[in-house]
């Protein structure tokens, strides 16, 4: 739906001046931001704990070190995920049960936050196919264009999240991500250009995730997405992103499987 | 004794018993037979006595046989006066002529006769303007737009550069009822509200209704802005037009037969793109304009019998090659039948259809697809007015209307999408209403009435339940013309006034209004895609109370006015969304609607000075808007987008001599409330903004001066034509149209806040012609 603001793009043009400028901001209290990610491609548990800082702090986050971080399977079995430095906390060959839920709890000072996730069957790319593009949209230079091409299965809602690579690099920030559900292509053979970013040259490695993602994470990201940059235009309400995490804290936890595919470009 | 008997019986016969006789009949403008909106029929030796024409230009005044003094008053004309004795019910039909000296600089002017109908009419808080009143005021491109003028009056906000639509008394944008020749009109904006649907040349008429709306309107919260068109020359053909840097218009009107009928056609064209291929960051192949058209005709079969039919049909384009387009647009038709059952008894028969739509193409080839959305009325409507006597004026009527919603379908050109169609959904919206303008002494008039309205959501399609949070927990499904969900409503009104002197009165307004059809817009800039939604088993009508108080005082034989008003409105079941809601293309969109209450109160001053070479007006709002949800902002009340708490207008128009006029304009309030950031965090490595609280924070405040130049051409008898210059924005104030926030290109561990500026001066040339 992101096309639709290509619209407000050209009042942008029309705009005769944009400039930074000074505003004073209140200072939020610090609150605690959780990102948790479970990958069954790794079976590796990966979170990240830091505190939200003043919106105009050129500071790095301010991480956090001395938390209890845990993950709990369907059967109540509790696993301790142990810091690594740097905010991050990592667990290592954990081994999925797909189609079960699984529950992250985070205790901090004296407050223990907790996420759940349902990690849901994979989905598997079918190809990577590319078309040749001759630019000029918005002054993009000419180039090409990839397509995400899967099967979706029929009668389930699916959810997926779909990240690039280029050359090897991850192209996973907010705004390179791509969210697609299956409202309108449910039981589809789908085949969906990624616009976005450059269009790929000749020689270009380009890679394609597509993970298999549940409901509340797909609505996360597409908000997240919608007040990236506070591009209010684009979002109804700007407000924090609905997260899984309770007591208030940011972030999500997201366990998904995933299907990689990698071509080059010719 | 019998003789006291006899004189007695005389003295009551001849009193309240004595025959009671009806003046009737319209009031025209001689120069091309328009009916006159709003005349005043006086008469001059019996106090507080007398009659205003209706919107059709009629009178009805009752009074004991006897001898009158009549006057026929209306702003811009010369009055005239007529002895009529009223020994038998007698038709007058006068035709009123433009005081020669004004005629000659082609602009209709206030006559230098007495004027306060400000301080003795009952009707409370109505803004009226005729369009060649404000011809000079200077405005954006050069294209002089009634609506914008409005936007300067006390009380009336406009929703900023780049945004539709206006706010009245803290009310949002959907809350106006927007009326032209009585078919509601669901988007009032081209190029996206740079201009308004009305193009002035084809406009009779525009009244307010800020507080005490009569009974008649109904269906919005807030406001009823009702446009009426003109009715086309009747006397000889005429042609009028402007060309400017933007947008050019032509307006032809002629009688059909002479004194009888006319037929009026006004156009307009935009050409704002050529422009924009000036600018080498837009592609060569982009579309950007709109186009309107007015038309109107009427015939009167007899005396007794009017007919009017009336459409207005715009449409904006916009596209990029093919990888793009949009366009959105009104159309709406409207036919009228005016008949006189009695002297006294007045009836107007309505059938109106009405259509907004739009539609997006978006890529080529097999990856594009197409949305479309609209929304349709038909709506029937009886309207009488009753002159039941001179001291008691009855309106009262019905209408239904029959609204369909299409919120929108896709399609695709490639197999990877289903074809989706968002359900339809049907309603019936009645009003009934009874109101009555009575006088009692010389000193009271009260407005009153009742309106009665109800909406029916009717099937076939589905109704869903949601949980606190919104996940839809059930469905049910309808047949077709089954009921969904009923509401209905009593809506008092009242409006009076009394005259403390010939200059000066107070007045006092109450309305309840209810509103069954909501539109959805995102927070900071409103589009032609924002849907309206119907009242539904999730969604309850929007309920506004206000009570208003107002003092008004003419000056030095009415050169100025002076008024001050105070009001106080309560708003129930306002509605906004959920953080993230999802408002295109969303079946389930009542799961992301959250309701709360609204309050709204300010004080609006003005000083208008009327006549004389230099005129125009100074006006002051103070004013708060606030909203109150459960699942907002922890309950906390918080400011409306609105929430403008001072706002200024100051409107100077000076007319040097006979060919020229200067004028200038500027406009102040204290910025927009907005929702910022208190803080950030990271995560997948991209800067997130954290958010505390809703519309904690300001826009800078808006200030902008506005100057025109009109230089009158020499003028031949059947020519007249002038040069219009204006300079928009005139000090190049760099006016926030967005503030964002983002990471420092430069320096990705840095924050930064960009403000997004649209208009720096803008100056803009318009030559119109008129052939009389």
Redesign the interface.
């Known amino acids: 739906?992101k096309?639709?603001f290509?619209?407000?793009a050209?009042?942008?043009?029309?705009?005769?001046?944009?400039?930074?400028?000074?505003?004073d901001?209140?200072?939020?209290n610090?609150?605690p931001?959780i990102?948790g990610n479970y990958t069954a491609e790794d079976s590796t548990v990966r979170v990240k704990l830091?505190?939200?800082?003043?919106?105009?702090?050129?500071?790095?986050?301010n991480f956090i070190n001395d938390a209890n971080v845990n993950i709990t399977d369907d059967s109540g079995l509790i696993s301790n995920i142990p810091s690594i430095g740097n905010g991050m906390y990592e667990l290592q060959s954990y081994i999925p049960n797909f189609n079960t839920t699984y529950t992250l709890s985070v205790s901090h000072d004296g407050t223990t936050y907790s996420a759940q996730c349902d990690l849901l069957d994979t989905v598997s790319l079918s190809e990577i196919t590319y078309e040749y593009n001759p630019g000029?949209?918005?002054?993009s230079d000419a180039g090409y264009l990839v397509f995400l091409n899967f099967d979706d299965p029929i009668n389930i809602s699916n959810y997926y999240q779909v990240v690039l690579s280029l050359n090897g690099v991850e192209l996973?920030?907010?705004?390179e991500?791509f969210t697609q559900d299956d409202?309108?292509?449910?039981g589809?053979?789908?085949?969906?250009?990624l616009f976005g970013g450059d269009f790929f040259q000749i020689e270009d490695t380009v890679g394609m995730e597509l993970r298999s993602i549940d409901q509340d994470i797909y609505?996360y990201l597409?908000?997240?997405i919608?007040?990236?940059?506070?591009?209010?235009?684009?979002?109804?309400?700007?407000?924090?992103?609905?997260s899984n995490w309770n007591n208030n804290a940011?972030?999500?936890f997201s366990a998904y499987g995933n299907s990689r595919k990698e071509i080059i470009i010719e | 004794m019998k003789t006291i008997v006899l004189a007695l019986l005389l003295i009551i016969t001849g009193s309240s018993f004595g025959q009671k006789y009806t003046l009737s009949g319209t009031i025209r403008d001689a120069s091309n037979g328009e009916d006159i909106y709003g005349a005043t029929i006086r008469v001059t030796n019996l106090s507080n006595v007398g009659a205003n024409t209706n919107a059709y230009g009629f009178y009805s005044l009752t009074l004991d046989r006897g001898s009158y003094e009549i006057e026929y008053r209306s702003t811009g004309f010369e009055a005239q006066s007529f002895q009529i004795d009223l020994l038998e019910n007698i038709s007058k039909n006068i035709e009123l002529d433009i005081p020669s000296d004004v005629q000659q600089l082609g602009e209709v002017k206030v006559n230098a006769t007495k004027e306060n109908n400000n301080i003795t009419s009952s009707g409370m808080n109505v803004t009226r303007f005729d369009p060649k009143s404000i011809e000079t005021i200077p405005v954006l491109f050069g294209e002089k737009d009634i609506m914008k003028t409005l936007q300067l009056t006390p009380g009336v906000k406009g929703a900023g550069e780049g945004n539709a639509g206006f706010f009245v008394r803290g009310g949002g944008v959907d809350q106006n009822l927007i009326l032209l020749d009585e078919a509601p009109v669901y988007n009032a904006s081209h190029l996206l509200g740079f201009f308004s649907v009305f193009n002035s040349d084809a406009i009779k008429d525009v009244a307010l209704y800020k507080s005490g709306i009569p009974a008649e309107y109904g269906g919005r919260a807030s406001s009823v802005m009702d446009v009426k068109m003109r009715d086309g020359n009747t006397k000889k053909f005429g042609a009028s037009g402007g060309i400017g840097l933007i947008s050019s218009r032509l307006t032809l009107e002629a009688p059909i037969v002479k004194d009888k009928g006319a037929i009026i056609i006004s156009g307009r064209r935009s050409y704002a793109d050529l422009f924009l291929g000036l600018s080498e960051e837009v592609p060569d192949d982009t579309k950007l304009f709109f186009y309107d058209l007015n038309a109107k005709a009427n015939y009167r079969i007899t005396e007794k019998d009017r007919v009017f039919l009336s459409g207005y049909f715009g449409r904006d384009k916009f596209g990029l090659g093919d990888d793009f387009g949009f366009n959105w647009g009104n159309a709406t038709g409207t036919l009228r039948w005016n008949h006189l059952f009695s002297k006294k008894l007045f009836s107007n028969t309505t059938v109106v259809y009405s259509d907004f739509d739009y539609e997006f193409n978006i890529g080529s080839g097999n990856d594009g697809f197409g949305i479309r959305s609209s929304i349709q009325d038909w709506n029937i409507k009886q309207d009488f007015t009753y002159f039941l006597n001179n001291n008691n004026n009855l309106k009262f009527g019905i209408n239904g209307i029959y609204h369909t919603f299409k919120p929108g379908s896709l399609t695709g050109k490639n197999e990877s999408f289903n074809e989706l169609i968002l359900f339809e959904r049907y309603a019936l919206e009645v009003g009934a209403y009874v109101q009555n303008e009575m006088k009692i002494g010389s000193r009271l008039n009260i407005m009153y009435g009742l309106r009665y309205s109800g909406f029916n959501l009717m099937g076939s399609g589905n109704a869903y339940d949601f949980d606190d949070k919104g996940n839809k927990i059930d469905e049910r499904s309808y047949d077709s013309g089954e009921s969904i969900a009923y509401h209905h409503g009593l809506e008092p009104r009242i409006s009076m006034s009394y005259i403390l002197s010939e200059s000066n009165s107070i007045k006092l307004g109450y309305n309840r209004n209810y509103q069954y059809m909501h539109q959805l817009s995102n927070a900071t800039s409103s589009s032609p895609t924002d849907n309206w939604v119907p009242s539904s088993n999730n969604v309850k009508p929007q309920i506004a109370d206000q009570i208003a108080i107002g003092y008004y005082q003419n000056l030095k034989r009415n050169m100025y006015r002076i008024s001050g008003e105070v009001y106080y409105k309560y708003m129930a079941n306002q509605i906004d969304y959920r953080n993230g809601a999802q408002l295109i293309l969303n079946d389930e969109v009542e799961g992301d609607l959250v309701y709360g209450i609204g309050k709204a109160y300010g004080l609006e001053l003005q000083v208008e000075k009327k006549k004389g070479k230099f005129t125009g007006w100074l006006s002051y709002t103070l004013s708060r808007s606030l909203r109150q949800f459960d699942d907002i902002n922890d309950g906390k009340e918080f400011s409306a987008r609105q929430d403008r708490i001072h706002d200024i207008s100051i409107v100077a128009m000076y007319k040097v001599n006979n060919a020229i006029a200067l004028s200038a304009s500027w406009i102040y309030y204290t910025g927009d409330a907005i929702t910022f950031p208190s803080g950030k965090y990271e995560v997948a490595g991209t800067t997130i903004p954290f958010y505390t609280e809703r519309n904690g924070y300001r826009m800078p405040d808006y200030h902008r001066m506005d100057i025109g130049f009109t230089w009158y051409m020499k003028e031949r008898k059947k020519f007249e034509h002038n040069l219009n210059v204006s300079i928009y924005n005139l000090y190049a104030r760099e006016n926030a149209y967005t503030i964002t926030f983002e990471d420092n290109p430069d320096n990705l561990l840095e924050t930064q806040a960009i403000q997004t500026t649209l208009f720096k001066l803008v100056p803009s040339i318009t030559y119109n012609f008129n052939i009389k």
């Open positions: 739906m096309n639709i290509y619209f407000f050209i009042i942008a043009l029309l705009a005769s001046c944009q400039k930074v400028i000074d505003i901001l209140n200072e939020a610090p609150t931001v990102e830091s505190l939200t800082s003043s919106y105009f702090n050129s500071e790095t986050s000029g949209f918005f002054g996973n920030a907010l705004n991500i409202i309108f292509s449910d589809n053979t789908v085949s969906r250009p609505s597409n908000e997240a919608s007040i990236f940059g506070s591009n209010s235009a684009s979002s109804a309400a700007p407000g924090n992103p609905y940011l972030g999500y």
